[in-house]
């Protein structure tokens, strides 16, 4: 892994022990933004078991960008954002939305999912290792990954439909 990576990683991360569940996303009211293309890191890969049993997430050949979003039913700023989530889903149909559930009882993510009416990708991680690999450090959490599939900005805390709107400005769709 480069240095910049490495680097990139400390600072994510130092962003995500701050933000933690609960805590908002960094920058108060500021409007965050993506990195500029050169400075993208490739995403890790993942494969999950699908929330709804029927095969596996990845991220494998997507041809444009994802809004990853690392979520638990029990965690309280995750349900929160939910609906902003689907709404922008429904809105933006020219972006994959796909939710991650982390370190939580699948029972508990599928009721949470129907309660909600989540229409987008819903995958589970419960050891958190997939979490891990994108250095998550509480919940929730929202990656932005470009349509080469590189990390074009992590938002660590709960997310509003205004800085999902200005990630999907940004990324050009």
């Not at 429904?90 to 989540?118: C, K, M, Q, W, Y």
């Not at 932005?144 to 990324?171: H, K, M, N, T, Y």
């Amino acid at each position: 892994m480069t240095r910049r990576a490495l680097a990139l990683l400390a600072v994510v991360a130092a962003a995500l022990v701050v933000a933690g569940c609960g805590g908002g996303g960094l920058g108060g009211d500021a409007i965050q933004t993506v990195q500029t293309a050169p400075d993208r890191d490739p995403a890790p890969e993942i494969s999950v078991p699908a929330l709804d049993g029927g095969g596996t997430v990845t991220l494998d050949d997507r041809d444009r960008p994802v809004i990853l979003n690392f979520w638990a039913s029990w965690c309280e700023p995750c349900t929160r954002e939910m609906p902003a989530l689907v709404e922008f889903a429904t809105v933006h149909p020219e972006l994959d939305v796909v939710g991650i559930a982390v370190n939580d009882r699948p029972a508990d993510s599928r009721r949470f999912a129907e309660e909600i009416g989540i229409p987008f990708e819903l995958g589970v991680d419960r050891s958190g290792d997939v979490a891990a690999d994108f250095n998550v450090q509480g919940l929730p959490v929202t990656v932005v990954i470009d349509a080469e599939g590189r990390v074009a900005s992590v938002f660590p805390g709960e997310i509003d439909r205004e800085q999902l709107d200005a990630f999907a400005q940004q990324l050009g769709t």
